[in-house]
Every structure is written in structure tokens, then in C-alpha cells.
T-cell receptor, first 113, second 112 residues
Framework: TQLLEQSPQFLSIQEGENLTVYCNSSSVFSSLQWYRQEPGEGPVLLVTVVTGGEVKKLKRLTFQFGDARKDSSLHITAAQPGDTGLYLCAGAYSGGSNYKLTFGKGTLLTVNP | KAGVTQTPRYLIKTRGQQVTLSCSPISGHRSVSWYQQTPGQGLQFLFEYFSETQRNKGNFPGRFSGRQFSNSRSEMNVSTLELGDSALYLC???????????FGPGTRLTVL
């Protein structure tokens, strides 16, 4: 069983602060995805990282995939109330048609104005 | 392009009953995956269907089953409901393995 540990589980910060969310596993994934989920909605894909050491930026969000493809981080600069939500990482295992996503339990982020 | 739709959005059942949830994928998507989301366990994979065939299955008891129709719409069924089955059930569709999954808003099931 491939497990993904996310930390912290809860995070409450003030508008303008920076934060980092971590996603760790003992397993190697073919790719890793980050999602954001808002109340009453399903998760929405933010980014997919594939190559070890890869860094991707999406406006104020920076995603990094570990060199060994076992861990990832999400850094948000100057957080805004609109960033509030549940952030989920998901590791993908791909073997032919056998494609599975394993999700972490998520980080619930609250950005206070 | 319409997104993934799930019906019903909310459902209340009692222990021992059975329930059927429905998912309509994005037009052209042939893969449908189902997930259970609870505060304690997070998002857990139930099963995936592609072209009416179950391709992958998660670690859930046989009370959880599903099927996919020729138009790619999918249903999942839970029989002999237990209190622990209370959860948000999410459906996601994609073009196929390795492609981006698009999630529906979920069905909130409460078992009393």
C-alpha cells in the first residue's frame, strides 16, 4: 500500500503570510498531483509534477517534486483569503492501464483577512 | 462543456438499507473513478471503470459495487449500509489512464 503523509493537517494564517505544505511517502510515484477542494465541491487539479527535482509555479503557488520522486511541497507566497481550502496531494502509480491515484488526507488552510 | 454531474447531491439512509449513486462524466470521457472521502481517512479510491469494464478496484468490501453503461455514465451501489459508510462520494472522469481527472461535486451520504 502506497501511503502519502501530508503536514500540517490544519493551518490558520493571516493574509499576506507565506506557508509551505508537505507531502511525503516512502514510495516512488510516477507523478504527483496537487488539488484544491472548496466546501461543497470536488477537488480541482492545480498542477502535476513528473520529473524528480521539478519546480512549477502557478502565480503565487510554487510546487516542488523531490529528487527521488517520493515527496513534494507546495509553497504559497503572500496568502490571500481566496486561497482558503483543502489542499490535497495525490501520487500516481502507472503501469499500463493500471493507473491509480493515492491521496493524502489533506491540509485544511484558512487565510484570515 | 458541462462538467461531471452527480445525483443526488444529498442522501439520508438508515442502517441496512442500500443506495445507488449516479455519475455522468464529461462528454467524451470513457474513464470514471469513484472515491470515498471522510474526515478520518481522507480520499480513498473505490474503483475505476473504462468502457464498461472495471479496470481497478480499491480495498473496500464487496458491499460496494459499481457499473458503467455504454454512454459512460456510471453508478455505484452500497448494500447493507453501515454507519461508517457516511461520507462524501466523489466521482471523477477522464479520457483514460494517466489523463487529468475532473471531479464532480460529490454525493453526501448520511447513514443513521
Amino acid at each position: 500500500t502506497q501511503l502519502l503523509e501530508q503536514s500540517p493537517q490544519f493551518l490558520s494564517i493571516q493574509e499576506g503570510e507565506n506557508l509551505t505544505v508537505y507531502c511525503n511517502s516512502s514510495s516512488v510515484f510516477s507523478s504527483l498531483q496537487w488539488y484544491r477542494q472548496e466546501p461543497g465541491e470536488g477537488p480541482v487539479l492545480l498542477v502535476t509534477v513528473v520529473t524528480g527535482g521539478e519546480v512549477k509555479k502557478l502565480k503565487r503557488l510554487t510546487f516542488q517534486f523531490g529528487d527521488a520522486r517520493k515527496d513534494s511541497s507546495l509553497h504559497i507566497t503572500a496568502a490571500q483569503p481566496g486561497d482558503t481550502g483543502l489542499y490535497l496531494c495525490a501520487g500516481a502509480y502507472s503501469g499500463g492501464s493500471n493507473y491509480k491515484l493515492t491521496f493524502g488526507k489533506g491540509t485544511l488552510l484558512t487565510v484570515n483577512p | 462543456k458541462a462538467g461531471v454531474t452527480q445525483t443526488p447531491r444529498y442522501l439520508i439512509k438508515t442502517r441496512g438499507q442500500q443506495v445507488t449513486l449516479s455519475c455522468s462524466p464529461i462528454s467524451g470521457h470513457r474513464s470514471v473513478s469513484w472515491y470515498q472521502q471522510t474526515p478520518g481517512q481522507g480520499l480513498q479510491f473505490l474503483f475505476e471503470y473504462f468502457s464498461e469494464t472495471q479496470r481497478n478496484k480499491g480495498n473496500f468490501p464487496g458491499r460496494f459495487s459499481g457499473r458503467q453503461f455504454s454512454n459512460s455514465r456510471s453508478e455505484m451501489n452500497v448494500s447493507t449500509l453501515e454507519l461508517g459508510d457516511s461520507a462524501l462520494y466523489l466521482c471523477a472522469s477522464s479520457l483514460g489512464a494517466g489523463n487529468e481527472q475532473f471531479f464532480g461535486p460529490g454525493t453526501r451520504l448520511t447513514v443513521l
